[in-house]
């Protein structure tokens, strides 16, 4: 079975603090991806990755990095909390499999509230 | 138009009931797509893959139709369990889904 886990299930922290969101997969995937889900506007990609430190932007990358330093791991980065990055944050992986998309699996969630 | 797009319900329907949803997709060029479920507060996961011809598990139909860019989902004998929001998921010829909104289904005693 995939497992994909998230470092934490829910996070509290004030609007300036940096936060760091921490995926692992242990199913040798190439592609992970971050979401954010919200009410009404369900879920949007913020990055995703190819490889090990390839990324690229997904539909609202503002206010996020990420970085993959090791093929089990990607980690979203708020620099800078705000309270409109208060969400549910969904790490998932896939293979990569040529032109065909595979399926993706995702994490528990993170679910984070910036006061 | 949205790349992809799902009535949001609820579809509330009785136990034993037939309840069908659809999917619309604005890429004809999309290539691979997906029915998840996701439960309240919880993650989404993958309930089936939808294949040209057609894919049947149990209870569950999903069909494609390229011509009218949809795909369906149909559940036949709804179960109290069946209660969830239905997510479909769509490639655009990427590494990446494209994700509707979701249908909340209901179903009551």
């Known amino acids: 079975d995939v497992k994909v886990t998230q470092s934490s299930r829910y996070l509290v922290k004030r609007t300036g603090e940096k936060v760091f969101l921490e995926c692992v997969q242990d199913?040798?995937?190439?592609?992970m991806f971050w979401y954010r889900q919200d009410p009404g506007l369900g879920l949007r990609l913020i990055y995703f990755s190819y490889d090990v430190k390839m990324k690229e932007k997904g539909d609202i990358p503002e206010g996020y990095s990420v970085s993959r330093e090791k093929k089990e791991r990607f980690s979203l980065i708020l620099e800078s909390a705000s309270t409109n990055q208060t969400s549910m944050y969904l790490c998932?992986?896939?293979?990569?499999?040529?032109?065909?998309?595979?399926?993706?699996?995702f994490g528990p969630g993170t679910r984070l509230t910036v006061l | 138009r949205k790349e992809v797009e799902q009535d949001p319900g609820p579809f509330n329907v009785p136990e034993g009931a037939t309840v069908a949803f659809n999917c619309t997709y604005s890429?004809?060029?999309?290539?691979?797509f997906f029915w998840y479920r996701q439960d309240c507060r919880k993650e989404p996961k993958l309930l089936m893959s939808v294949y040209s011809s057609g894919n049947e598990d149990g209870r569950f139909t999903a069909q494609l139709n390229r011509a009218s860019q949809y795909i369906s989902l149909l559940i036949r004998d709804s179960k109290l369990s069946d209660s969830a929001t239905y997510l479909c998921?769509?490639?655009?010829?990427?590494?990446?889904?494209?994700f509707g909104t979701g249908t909340r289904l209901q179903v009551f005693p």
């Open positions: 890429n004809s060029a999309s290539q691979s």
């Open positions: 199913m040798d995937h190439e592609n």
């Open positions: 998932a992986s896939s293979f990569s499999s040529g032109s065909m998309t595979d399926t993706q699996y």
């Open positions: 998921a769509v490639n655009m010829n990427t590494d990446k889904l494209i």
